[in-house]
């Protein structure tokens, strides 16, 4: 076997490279062994340097392409001058191990190793792209580079250089497919960014004559999170807190990053016959096990184009510079039949679709929002909390005495 063959994927991180160096954008890689001729069951160890993996070097000796979409027509792309990456040297060597395919349990897409390579705003690689261009990063061949590798069933096989330590293998890694994806993406001069947003969470303890909002939910507890959300910027913002999502999403080798494609509820939702606790954990004090809240997200984006993807008016939220927003959330549905002990609730980090200023509807068109401030080249507006309640449950209910 002169060649061991690696299935590897490509993808941008974003959809956009952000010239500015506000949003980190790299080129992600994914490597599995899932070749039939693979039986080695020691770890693979691969020197990253002078790889598909250093993402200017490679591309500087052809073992990447560079190219950037013909604005006269989409479906041609033209190559990219690169000689201002002639003299770029390859990066210190880092170390990459891959799993081996022998006795593995899990599907190959979820065995993939990932890499990242950062690309800064300063860098030779960002200094020949061109705001408003388009671009795609291909492999050129089969061919990934790899100068040195190594198998290896032990972590001293790697030195305090973090390389392999023995001999490289003679046999040539390559790409086990005929594609590899690509790495699109848009350069742009900047981003607008929102506002950073405050979200306290505490315990509530409410009755069903106190709270006609909370009673109304019909649920078998009273017991209630109060959430305060406040826009610490100087301008109004308006949320989308249902619905699909549209921002810019991380992405990984083949799909985006775990949650951050969810279009379920976010918790400033006013829904008091439906909670939105998708976005609360019940952790377990004692264990630090995550007892409740493990769902899968929502779905993915929206595959009809013919789809309104305008919010309707009452998805959206106004929050105002300094004005806080208060939320009663029900918890019952998601602390019914713990078992008795001490408990934490903690908010997961989610993102929103958000426009400057308030947005109201548009008359005649179903009470959606304007499709004009609808874009989706934003970073999202994060709904996060460092607060964590205690809970304490007693006899299979909710201890209110603490």
């Not at 061991?4 to 890689?29: C, K």
């Not at 305060?228 to 992405?251: A, C, E, K, M, Y």
Request: charged content about 25%.
């Amino acid at each position: 076997m002169n060649e061991l063959r690696i299935h590897t994927q490509i993808h941008s991180r974003y959809q956009v490279f952000d010239a500015s160096g506000q949003l980190p954008f790299g080129i992600v890689f994914g490597l599995c062994r899932r070749s039939p001729a693979d039986t080695d069951s020691r770890p693979l160890l691969l020197e990253n340097a002078g790889s598909v993996l250093d993402v200017p070097y490679a591309l500087a000796h052809g073992l990447l392409t560079l190219d950037e979409q013909d604005p006269k027509d989409a479906k041609r792309w033209v190559d990219v001058d690169l000689s201002g990456l002639n003299k770029v040297a390859a990066k210190d060597a880092g170390c990459l191990s891959l799993p081996s395919p022998v006795n593995r349990t899990e599907h190959w897409r979820d065995a993939f190793t990932v890499y990242q390579y950062h690309v800064n705003a300063n860098s030779e690689l960002a200094s020949i792209l061109e705001p408003g261009k388009k671009y795609i990063i291909r492999l050129a061949s089969k061919d990934l580079g790899v100068k040195r590798w190594a198998y290896s069933d032990r972590k001293q096989s790697v030195d305090n250089d973090k390389k392999p330590s023995h001999d490289s293998e003679a046999v040539k890694l390559v790409n086990s497919k005929p594609t590899a994806g690509n790495a699109t993406f848009t350069v742009i001069k900047s981003l607008s960014w929102p506002p950073r947003v405050e979200t306290r969470m505490r315990l509530y303890a409410s009755s069903p004559s106190s709270d006609s909002a909370v009673a109304n939910a019909k649920l078998s507890s009273s017991t209630a999170l109060e959430f305060s959300v406040i826009n610490t910027g100087s301008d109004s913002v308006t949320v989308q807190t249902r619905g699909h999502q549209r921002f810019l999403i991380p992405w990984g080798p083949f799909q985006p990053a775990p949650d951050a494609d969810d279009d379920r509820m976010r918790i400033i939702h006013a829904a008091p016959h439906k909670p939105p606790t998708s976005s609360l954990q019940v952790v377990d004090s004692a264990t630090g096990e995550v007892v409740r809240g493990n769902e899968q997200r929502g779905t993915g984006p929206l595959t009809d184009s013919n789809a309104d993807r305008r919010p309707k008016a009452e998805d959206v939220v106004t929050l105002k510079p300094g004005a806080p927003l208060i939320r009663k959330i029900v918890i019952g549905a998601l602390v019914d039949g713990l078992m008795d002990g001490q408990y934490k609730i903690r908010m997961q980090s989610r993102g929103c679709r958000w426009w400057p200023g308030e947005v109201g509807k548009e008359e005649g068109e179903e009470g959606r929002v304007p499709v004009h401030p609808c874009g989706t080249i934003i970073p999202p507006l994060m709904l996060e909390s460092q607060d964590e309640v205690e809970l304490r449950i007693r006899e299979g209910k909710v201890d209110q005495s603490m």
